[in-house]
T-cell receptor, first 114, second 115 residues
Framework: AQKVTQAQTEISVVEKEDVTLDCVYE???????LFWYKQPPSGELVFLIR??????QNEISGRYSWNFQKSTSSFNFTITASQVVDSAVYFC???????????FGAGTRLTVKP | DVKVTQSSRYLVKRTGEKVFLECVQD?????MFWYRQDPGLGLRLIYF???????EKGDIPEGYSVSREKKERFSLILESASTNQTSMYLC??????????????FGAGSRLTVL
C-alpha cells in the first residue's frame, strides 16, 4: 500500500534562512505521482507541484525547489531565503496510476519568524 | 478563477446534534471528496462521490454520511455529532480520478467544534 511520511512535524526558522521539508514515500507501483500542497492560515490547500515517477529532474520555481530521488524514495522541498509569507502547513502526497487513491503525509508546519 | 466553496468556516455544535457541512464547486468536476484533517494525522478521506447520487466510503466513514443530489454540491452529514468529531473538514474536487496526475482543488475548510 502507498504511504507518505513527513517526519518533521514542525519547523521554525528566521526569515532569510533556507529550509528543507522532507518527504519519503512508499509504493509498489512503477508509475506514480508526487505532489506538494501548501496550506496557509486561511485554510485552503494550494497545489504547488506535481512530479511523475519517470521524471527525476529537479525543479526550481523562484525561491522554491524540489529534489526527487527515486533511489531514496524521497521528494524533498526546499525554500531558499524564507519569508514570513511562507509560514504554512505543507503536505506531500502520492497517487498511483493503478489505484484510485491519493495518500497524504501528516504535514509539516513551517513557521518563519521575522 | 475556479473554486470550491465551503459554506461554513467555523461551527460550534453540541453533542448529539445533526450537522450539515456544505460544499459547492463551479468547475463541473465529476469527483468530489470530504477529508478530515487532524494534527499529526494529515488528511484522511471520509467519503467521495464520482457522480450524482453516487458515493463511496473512504478510510474513516464511521459516524458520517454524504449526499450528492446535484453535480456541483456535496454535503457531509454528521447524524449525531460527538466530541471526537471535532476537527477541520476539507472538501475537494477533481476532474478524473484520484489516481494519476490529477490535481485536487480544495475549499478553505470548515472547522467544527463539538461540545
Amino acid at each position: 500500500a502507498q504511504k507518505v511520511t513527513q517526519a518533521q512535524t514542525e519547523i521554525s526558522v528566521v526569515e532569510k534562512e533556507d529550509v528543507t521539508l522532507d518527504c519519503v514515500y512508499e509504493t509498489r507501483d512503477t508509475t506514480y505521482y508526487l505532489f506538494w500542497y501548501k496550506q496557509p492560515p486561511s485554510g485552503e490547500l494550494v497545489f504547488l507541484i506535481r512530479r511523475n515517477s519517470f521524471d527525476e529532474q529537479n525543479e526550481i520555481s523562484g525561491r522554491y525547489s524540489w529534489n526527487f530521488q527515486k533511489s531514496t524514495s524521497s521528494f524533498n522541498f526546499t525554500i531558499t531565503a524564507s519569508q514570513v509569507v511562507d509560514s504554512a502547513v505543507y503536505f506531500c502526497a502520492l497517487s498511483e496510476s493503478n489505484n484510485n487513491d491519493m495518500r497524504f503525509g501528516a504535514g509539516t508546519r513551517l513557521t518563519v519568524k521575522p | 478563477d475556479v473554486k470550491v466553496t465551503q459554506s461554513s468556516r467555523y461551527l460550534v455544535k453540541r453533542t448529539g446534534e445533526k450537522v450539515f457541512l456544505e460544499c459547492v464547486q463551479d468547475m463541473d468536476h465529476e469527483n468530489m471528496f470530504w477529508y478530515r484533517q487532524d494534527p499529526g494525522l494529515g488528511l484522511r478521506l471520509i467519503y467521495f462521490s464520482y457522480d450524482v447520487k453516487m458515493k463511496e466510503k473512504g478510510d474513516i466513514p464511521e459516524g458520517y454520511s454524504v449526499s450528492r443530489e446535484k453535480k456541483e454540491r456535496f454535503s457531509l452529514i454528521l447524524e449525531s455529532a460527538s466530541t471526537n468529531q471535532t476537527s477541520m473538514y476539507l472538501c475537494a474536487s477533481i476532474q478524473g480520478g484520484l489516481g494519476g496526475a490529477n490535481v485536487l482543488t480544495f475549499g478553505a475548510g470548515s472547522r467544527l467544534t463539538v461540545l
